[in-house]
């Protein structure tokens, strides 16, 4: 069975701070593939970052950073110099082996004060 | 090029009635999802279209639920005789035909059911 746990219900955070969102999941599939998409008031979920199972290099696009384990089963996020703005739930989620759903954790909710 | 539509944007019926959302894919975008967000949780998947064929179904949709894609291009899913428990915010999906592009998906606004 698939299953991603986001295992923080609600983070605040005050401006410029850096933040991190964990994310652990579970699959036996040999191939597949996260994302973090954000789901900021207006409900619309947003594509944010995608990773490869066999690409296990972590990468930084802006202030968007994210950190794939296959050792742990994590994909955590990272957040830097958070603004106003990046107030959202956001959510990781898994598409694995030869099925094209995707598995959504429950979310996190991150608010940011200025 | 324009994202992922849906309509309505909102839907309010009474119980028993029944209710159609449409979803615009992404142009070229072959491939077509739903899925249903109740509050507090994350998406299900419902079901899934590669072009016009249906080729996926969760056990979430019931015998009530039924999703077209006639021409391959937008997609309709209708619900019978609506419940208070199918209130929920429903959310359309498009993902490319390009090999090592396919699985990321592009959602919609979504349309958002009570069911009173």
């Known amino acids: 069975a698939q299953k991603v746990t986001q295992a923080q219900t609600e983070i605040s955070v005050v401006e410029k701070e850096d933040v991190t969102l964990d994310c652990v999941y579970e699959t036996r599939d040999t191939t597949y593939y996260l994302f973090w998409y954000k789901q900021p008031p207006s409900g619309e979920l947003v594509f944010l970052i995608r990773?490869?199972?066999?690409?296990?290099q972590n990468e930084i696009s802006g202030r968007y950073s994210w950190n794939f384990q296959k050792s742990t089963s994590s994909f955590n996020f990272t957040i830097t110099a958070s603004q106003v703005v990046d107030s959202a739930v956001y959510f990781c989620a898994l598409c694995g082996g030869a099925t094209n759903k995707l598995i959504f954790g429950t979310g996190t909710l991150l608010a940011v004060q200025p | 090029d324009t994202g992922v539509s849906q309509n309505p944007r909102h839907k309010i019926t009474k119980r028993g009635q029944n209710v159609t959302f449409r979803c615009d894919p992404i142009s070229e975008h072959n491939r077509l999802y739903w899925y249903r967000q109740t509050l507090g949780q994350g998406p299900e998947f419902l079901t899934y279209?590669?072009?016009?064929?249906?080729?996926?179904k969760s056990r979430l949709l019931s015998d009530r639920f039924s999703a077209e894609r006639p021409k391959g291009s937008f997609s309709t899913l209708e619900i019978q005789r609506t419940e208070q428990g199918d209130s929920a915010m429903y959310l359309c999906?498009?993902?490319?035909?390009?090999?090592?592009?396919?699985?990321?998906?592009?959602f919609g606004p979504g349309t958002r059911l009570l069911v009173l």
């Open positions: 999906a498009s993902s490319p035909p390009l090999a090592g592009e396919q699985e990321t998906q592009y």
């Open positions: 990773r490869n199972s066999f690409d296990e």
């Open positions: 279209f590669q072009n016009e064929a249906q080729l996926e």
